[in-house]
């Protein structure tokens, strides 16, 4: 479907209606009441949307004003499809009736009497020309499929049987000149009907495993399409024309996949599917190679960096694999590392103009983004994992710290975390194995019942000193950040939303905030000159705290329904804003300034576990197994 200015445009169907414009990524009409069906069509230069309101009316309504246009259609409405007759749009409907309709879109008038003949609900429609007239297809309840002369109100030839349950999807399209119906049933079977002769083409394309909800073509690489969504949460592609699926069925929609859409963003075919049980949205590349690189469990980290071919993302996930990926055109980089276990954390940095990345896991590790081989491992912490590590430069040299929940106290028990500081090696050989010096580490561990925060200068034999008493200890997040020209680490830890800013030259604590529940990450950044903290809460809300001064600016960003597992910082359309992400499979971005909401959410079919922003203002999201780019052009995004 193209709108009125030549964009390409599509549409997906639920109980939340929305029109997305694929092009800019951006949510352009999302209706306040619930909806049931809709279709898409230009009326004169506005694209409105036409769709069936729980009040029982149908509406016409403008995609750029958001606003009603004319009066509603009261009628019957199941399902709604489209097309021009006598050079003016016109909607066909199914009802709940038995009957199809047709409608005058400008003037919201039926044309001419209902078609009768379907004995039951008529759950789809689809309209197309054959040979010069404007024709309807329906699928109902009563097992067969119809063909209509629109402008005559009457049926084509005889009804077209052969599915065994209810048809819910129709889709048509042009096959080596003639015109074919693509229908899905609940006998979870796919059909596929030469309309003009009324008979059924080849055998019923058979692999789903529950209902087919919804069916819809397109051209991939010269041949016809179709791409079927099913109650098994599964979306799959078939070649209509010799019968068979191509691929693997598309997985990862978490939900009944009840609307598929399809259309041409920057000359590539891709699939919309909805899934009316989680209002989620999912947009698929139908050329992406489906045995592409790629983790094979969810990805849990992301970072970035610049090399001199381009920026790239750094990504780890529960595969045990750290991953290279070129920003420019979404292809991996080289091959995958396995590291010591799963790397939970990562951070980029440039050593003597050599970019390298630190994977925090059971151990950390150095690694060369070139090359993609190690440059050595580090060590580890005491016992237990590393949650998460940044990168500084103190006093000149480069440092990686790292945060982890050693669980030893400072006499041997239980129950203590600690923040290491390594130095980086500046230029050794690929592949030494033995660990770099541990300058300092900062302890976070209990005494007589009380947290403190000590230094024990490693390197050298000197007593270990208080830096800050503590209300708990375990490092879940930290980051490092710039305040007044000195290295500043802001550390998070233990279960009860302690915040810590240390400063890495002179060791001291600087004045700080305190979250409400345990904080799963933390991004610093300088906006407008001023330094600050975002941090992500298990409470589902996030805060930005100005660094300098230690205190809280704006309101808390409340919206996420559960826990937020990432958040950044960065700017968009002159805007600073704080990006978060979380296990309610959105993302969101707020104003920092004022703690509110900046647009609406994006949704994506799984938990976020991971994103990040880049320089040029690029969103990189991590949802499962898959990767996302959202590639920022002011004033609008676009997803690569």
Known sequence: MTTPEGRQAVASAGLASWVWSLITDKNRTRPSDGVRPFAVTALGTRLVVIRHTREGTVRVWDVETDRPVGPPITGHIASIAVGVLDGRPVAVTGGYDKTVRVWDVAEGRPLGQPLTGHTDWVRAVAVALLEGRLVAVTGSDDQTVRVWDVAEGRPLGQPLTGHTDWV????????????????????????????????????????????????????????????????????????????????????????????????????????????????????????????????????????????????????????????????????????????????????????????????????????????????????????????????????????????????????????????????????????????????????????????????EELSREIPRRECHRLDAHWVRALAVATVADRPIAVIACGSYGELRAVDLTTWQSLPFGHHESWVNAVATATVEGRPVAAIAGEDATGRVWDLTTGEALGQPLIGHTAPIRTVSVTTLNSRPVVITGGDDCTIRAWDLNTGQQVGPELCFPNPIRAAATTTGGELIVCHGTEITLFAHDSPDRTAR
């Open 168 to 455: 819910r999807a129709v889709a048509v399209a042009l096959l080596e000149g003639r015109l074919v119906a693509v229908t899905g049933s609940d006998d979870q079977t796919v059909r596929v009907w030469d309309v003009a002769e009324g008979r059924p083409l080849g055998q019923p394309l058979t692999g789903h495993t529950r209902s087919v909800r919804a069916v819809a073509v397109a051209l991939l690489e010269g041949r016809l399409v179709a791409v079927t969504g099913s109650d098994d949460q599964t979306v799959r592609v078939w070649d209509v024309a010799e019968g068979r699926p191509l691929g693997q069925p598309l997985t990862g929609q978490s939900g009944v996949v009840s609307g598929v859409f399809t259309a041409c963003v920057d000359g590539r075919p891709v699939a919309v599917t909805h899934c009316s049980e989680k209002e989620r949205v999912q947009i698929w590349d139908l050329l992406a190679d489906p045995h592409r690189a790629g983790h094979t469990a969810a990805v849990c980290a992301v970072a970035v960096a610049d090399l001199d071919e381009g920026p790239v993302a750094v990504t780890s996930g529960e595969d045990g694999t750290v991953r290279v990926w070129d920003l420019a055109d979404g292809r991996s980089v080289g091959q995958a590392w396995a590291g010591d276990g799963v790397a939970r954390s990562l951070a980029t940095a440039t050593i003597e103009g050599r970019p390298v990345v630190v994977t925090g896991g059971g151990h950390v590790g150095l690694w060369d983004l070139t090359t993609g081989r190690s440059v050595r491992w580090l060590g580890s912490h005491r016992r237990g994992g590393v949650n998460a590590v940044a990168v500084a430069t103190v006093d000149g040299l480069p440092y990686a710290i790292t945060g982890g929940n050693d669980r030893l106290d400072l006499d041997g028990d239980e129950d203590d975390g600690s923040v290491r500081f390594w130095g980086l090696p500046e230029g050794p050989p690929h592949g030494k194995s033995e660990g770099a010096l541990v300058r300092a580490e900062l302890r976070l561990g209990t005494d007589e019942g009380q947290g403190h925060l000590w230094l």
